[in-house]
């Protein structure tokens, strides 16, 4: 089995900071194209920031400058730091990569729960 478990989520001042942590857990040989999406009430899930296992980004136009991911693939911990938060990136914020397994050949899609973001005075 594999576990993906974000941290960091809570309730920050608009122009404030925010870092999450994913902590990738279990049987893992690999992980690939790990990322970050969001989900706000209301809206579609959206990617906002991805990151190959070579440490290539990208991310989505309304977080450009303001926030960066990372990965450290020893630890299988994928981060992202938020900085001049607005309030419109309030969302849940979830936590996905694609795993291989020991003892399998392809690789799988995985899931975090989400951690809440709130961005407000």
């Known amino acids: 089995q594999v576990q993906l478990v974000e941290s960091g989520g809570g309730l920050v001042q608009p122009g404030g900071s925010l870092r999450l942590s994913c902590a990738a857990s279990?049987?893992?040989?690999?992980?690939?194209?790990a990322g970050w999406y969001r989900q706000a009430p209301g809206k579609q899930r959206e990617l906002v920031a991805a990151?190959?296992?070579?440490?290539?980004?990208n991310y989505a136009d309304s977080v450009k400058g303001r926030f960066t991911i990372s990965r450290d693939n020893a630890k299988k911990m994928v981060y992202l730091q938020m900085n001049s938060l607005k309030p419109e990136d309030t969302a849940v914020y979830s936590c996905?990569?694609?795993?291989?397994?020991?003892?399998?050949?392809?690789?799988?899609?995985?899931w975090g729960q989400g951690t809440q973001v709130t961005v407000s005075s």
């Open positions: 996905n990569a694609l795993v291989l397994r020991y003892g399998f050949t392809v690789y799988v899609n995985y």
């Open positions: 279990g049987n893992i040989f690999s992980i690939s194209t």
């Open positions: 990151i190959t296992s070579d440490h290539s980004t």
